[in-house]
């Protein structure tokens, strides 16, 4: 699920990597093996733990995020395995304390005549945030799942025409909430979700080129309610890719999207789709990036099957020294819920600055605020504050 906290750290452009200093992490060697650990550490502020209009309960927590990757050194082909977890403490409110991690594992196989081949697999154990769709209002504790994900997709150039074609599926297992002390089952709300795309870019010039892509979704519920929450979609979307100069980047679409439900009361929906991806780098040391698209997500009630989700977000950063990059972002999240009456709407603007102490450690700070409302019968509204300040240290 998306943050509803936008207080995050702040990550440099590819262009600001060649004038920024970084952190240097520590390659650790094993024949054609580099082992690369790091840990962040913060302590984060906030003035709406719950992101409910009230109570309103604000608190301080610490967080602490250990990282390792193992990577292949290879000429060609490449694999990594990459470990994380986040580890968060309340000073007030500690049942809001978590524990998240997550393994994934990942392969590239670059083939003759242009042929690439990837893989994917990974498992993990993640915490609706407070304030997303996912999260239940009623909970005393954040919601928790364990989550199961693989991909795997080819692509493949011919002169001026480049196909992809790809697949992914996500298994989700929900443990029990606790409500007041009681524990509550959430196993109606065990999902997967299926998905299968197809893209094709045809290259005009140098500089632009037009592309198709389709994508087919199966989003199905390991348990009934009710009433049957299983639903298909596909959508279809063509649109330009553009490089005025290796400075400025564009890719967008327009399409069709269309979901159909299996329970017969339910009204089928279609409607636009649409898919934006740009950067525009003014100077080296200056990075402008905007995203916009739509996809549709699992529901956390059992009286509805699926989430519109609709997101648009831009962000621009400026690599003031060789050692300090500061940036900022506004967002807005749309959430449509299908067959019920209820929609709601969060934008949020988030300020960060990082800079570099040594060649291994890094400090950051970031602060940000969110609002939401909503439309249609009931919705959850409220607004918040965060701050995170914090270290990065390459071991």
Do not use: C
Not at 96 to 118: I, K, M
Not at 133 to 142: I, K, Q, R, V, Y
Not at 247 to 261: K, T, V, W
């Amino acid at each position: 699920m998306t943050d509803a906290a936008p207080a995050q750290i702040l990550e440099p452009s590819p262009a600001q990597r060649e004038v920024l200093r970084d952190v240097q992490e520590r390659d650790i060697r094993f024949g054609s093996f580099v082992l690369k650990p790091s840990i962040t550490a913060g302590s984060r502020f906030d003035s709406n733990v719950y992101n409910r209009s009230s109570p309103r309960r604000s608190d301080v927590s610490v967080e602490i995020r250990p990282r390792v990757a193992l990577e292949t050194d290879l000429g060609r082909h490449s694999a990594q395995i990459v470990a994380d977890a986040t580890i968060e403490r309340f000073a007030t409110l500690t049942t809001e304390n978590t524990e998240q991690f997550a393994v994934r594992g990942d392969t590239r196989l670059d083939f003759a005549d242009q042929f690439t081949a990837r893989t994917s697999i990974g498992y993990a154990r993640r915490v609706e945030a407070r304030g997303t769709f996912g999260d239940d209002l009623l909970t005393s504790e954040p919601v928790a799942y364990n989550e199961l994900a693989a991909s795997a997709s080819a692509s493949k150039k011919f002169n001026r025409l480049a196909a992809t074609v790809g697949g992914s599926v996500v298994r989700g297992r929900y443990l029990d909430a606790v409500i007041n002390g009681v524990r509550v089952d959430q196993s109606y709300r065990d999902f997967k979700k299926l998905s299968l795309q197809a893209r094709a870019d045809i290259a005009l010039s140098a500089r632009s080129a037009l592309f198709v892509r389709g994508t087919y979704g199966d989003l199905s519920y390991r348990y009934r309610t009710s009433t049957s929450r299983d639903s298909n979609s596909y959508s279809v979307i063509a649109g330009a890719s553009f490089w005025a100069t290796e400075l400025f980047e564009l890719e967008a679409a327009l399409g069709y999207i269309r979901q159909d439900f299996d329970n017969p009361a339910l009204k089928d929906f279609s409607g636009l789709d649409y898919y934006v991806k740009g950067s525009w780098y003014p100077r080296r040391r200056i990075a402008f990036t905007a995203s916009a698209s739509r996809s549709i997500d699992r529901s956390p009630l059992p009286d509805t099957s699926s989430v519109l989700h609709s997101e648009i977000r831009v962000t621009g950063s400026y690599a003031a020294t060789s050692k300090l990059l500061v940036g900022g972002e506004v967002a807005y999240i749309d959430n449509d819920y299908a067959g019920i009456d209820r929609n709601e709407h969060r934008i949020s603007i988030a300020a960060s600055a990082r800079y570099l102490l040594t060649d291994r450690l890094s400090a950051f700070a970031s602060a940000g605020y969110r609002h939401q409302t909503f439309s249609g019968s009931f919705g959850r509204k409220y607004e918040g504050a965060s701050a995170l300040i914090g270290l990065r240290l390459a071991l």
